[in-house]
Structures are given as C-alpha cells and as structure tokens.
C-alpha cells in the first residue's frame, strides 16, 4: 500500500518532525512538501541529510491541491482555520485551530484575534488511547493537554472535580521556531520560567475533555525538546489499578512501577509516554506524572498515530518507539 502525503507548513518544529516520520513509513508516500517561505527550493535546505527523492519545497496552496490522499496541516492556527480539505482526505491538523468544539469558547479561552473556523462540528478531536479519531478531519490534541489527558481521563469517576492542579513543563521547541523574546537563549538558559499562567490556550481542551476546569501552570524549561506534566487530584478510588487496566495493551503509553518516576531523558525523541502514580504521604493526595516529547507523542508521533487509525493501518507503523518502556 502507498498513500500520497503532503505536509503543510514543513518547515516549522512539527512540520519537520512530522516530515521524518512519514518518510520512514512503510506505508505512506511524500508527494508534496509545503511552504510558502522555502517554496522553490530543495528539501536539503531544511535538512541537508534529505536526498534528491524528497520533493522540493511549493506554497502551501500548492500541496494542499496536489490530490494527496493524506495532508498533515503544520501550519499556524490561524491559516489552518482557513484551510478547506479537499473531498476524500485524511487531513490531520496539529495547530488548535479545530480543537475546540463551540465557536463560544475561541474569545473566551484563546485570548488572541485568529479567526475560528465555521466547520469545527466536522472535526474530531483524537486522542488515540482515550479518543480514537471518528472521522477523516483530524484534530491533533496540544502537548500539554495530551500528557494531562493521559494521566487524568481514565480516573474522571475516581478523583474530586474540584482543586485539580497540574504544574506541568516543556522544552523550548514547544513555543515553535519564530523567535521570540521569551524563547531566546538569553531568556531560556539558566532560567526556568511559568507563562500564560491561568489563560494557557490548552485548558479550553483539557476542560471540553475531562468535563471539569483544572488549574494548568506551564513553565519553560533550557531544554530541547520534552514534556512533564505533574497533575495532583484528591482520589476516592485506585489511581494506579484504573491507569494500568487503560493502558494495559497501548505500545505508546507506559505506567511506570512505583518505584520509578516518569524522566524527560527516557522520551525524549520518541513517540512513546511514560506516566507515574504516586500518594502524598502528609496529605493524602494523588499525583500522576505524565513524561512524553512534546514534539513527538505531543505533536507529530500522535499526529502520524491518528492518520494510522484513521486510515486501517498499522497503528505504530512509522512511531519511533524504541528504547520506549513497555
């Protein structure tokens, strides 16, 4: 089998990221590579360690009509609200451009000016192990809101709805390649800093999909790449037996054994999660630890994991999940 794949907006973290995949996929075929910004030119100029058979670099336009079975949207939310998939396409969008269901909540929880498209009600919201995808318009879950959502939604019926808190963590490759003030070496090294603190872009998702508000508090992290989420919850049920009856058969999602704590190191370059169960002994709370990539399990590898799904595959085909604990 081989399915014609295009990639939108190639040129960015995710776009890049999600570009190694399918090209290491036994199943999908590249035939056009977007970008208005590199259009025209070869894909070596992303990567020089891409060959002659990768396609060169056309508008975005121009890959999104180029009669791809397969799209992954890397673009921005704002041009992926706008985007229009052509009939009998898989599209999966990895910006929260389609992520939220009710147009009400765009000015309330996004706190910026991009547009929400008119179409949400044709988009599914995907998350492999909790939410398989329902349809070929693919919304891809944020980072932050997959590692929460992994560490909370098989425990809905087991933890207090109320006074939910997740102080979570990302590398710098979270915030994307255009350069800002706050992701600036002179910002990020040496430094450790919370932003968006009670108006993070993720919480609308995180709320749509547990059912309840928590209280998310990101912070940057002078990393690379990788994610942490730590999410405590008071428990009137066990936390670690419903997590492992979950994720008792997912090549992706690993609850670690008690005596070990979720690592950035571990998933770091993978597709894979690990998460930790644990009880605070002066309090009695729960704390759930979520590790992934968040430019893997985070952004492409789940992005490539929702197309295999939606489209019969081999649900691993293209992952990279060795050296992932399972």
Request: aromatic share 4%; hydrophobic share 45%; charged share 15%.
């Amino acid at each position: 089998m081989s399915i014609a794949t295009a990639i939108l907006g190639a040129s960015g973290y995710s776009g890049q990221e999600t570009l190694d995949r399918v090209l290491s996929h036994p199943d999908l075929e590249l035939v056009a590579l977007g970008s208005d910004s590199l259009a025209g030119k070869p894909a070596a100029v992303l990567d020089p360690r891409l060959n002659r058979s990768v396609p060169d670099f056309v508008p975005n336009a121009e890959a999104l009509a180029a009669g791809a079975e397969l799209v992954f949207s890397c673009l921005d939310h704002e041009r992926s609200a706008a985007l229009r998939a052509p009939p009998n396409t898989v599209v999966v969008d990895l910006s929260g451009a389609h992520r939220l269901r009710t147009l009400a909540l765009y000015p309330t929880w996004y706190g910026f000016e991009h547009p929400a498209p008119a179409d949400l009600a044709a988009w599914s919201y995907a998350l492999p192990e909790l939410f398989p995808p329902s349809g070929p318009l693919i919304a891809n879950p944020g980072c932050y809101a997959t590692a929460v959502l992994l560490a909370l939604a098989p425990l809905t019926e087991l933890v207090e709805h109320e006074g939910v808190i997740v102080d979570a963590k990302s590398g710098v490759s979270g915030a994307g390649r255009s350069l800002t003030a706050s992701s600036h070496a002179g910002h990020v090294l040496e430094n450790v800093s919370p932003y968006k603190v009670g108006s993070h872009q993720h919480a609308p998702e995180l709320e749509q999909a547990l059912g309840y508000p928590v209280c998310l508090v990101p912070h940057l992290l002078p990393v690379r790449r990788g994610l942490i989420a730590t999410c405590y919850v008071r428990p009137r049920g066990d936390l670690r037996e419903a997590l492992e009856a979950a994720y008792a058969t997912s090549p992706v999602v690993t609850v670690l054994p008690q005596s070990i704590a979720p690592e950035l190191s571990r998933v770091q370059g993978t597709d894979g999660a690990e998460l930790g169960v644990f009880t605070d002994r002066a309090t009695g709370l729960g704390i759930v630890v979520c590790a992934l990539d968040n430019l893997g399990k985070g952004a492409a590898g789940q992005a490539v994991q929702n197309a295999n799904l939606a489209l019969g595959l081999e649900e691993t085909a293209g992952l990279r999940l060795s050296g992932v604990l399972v």
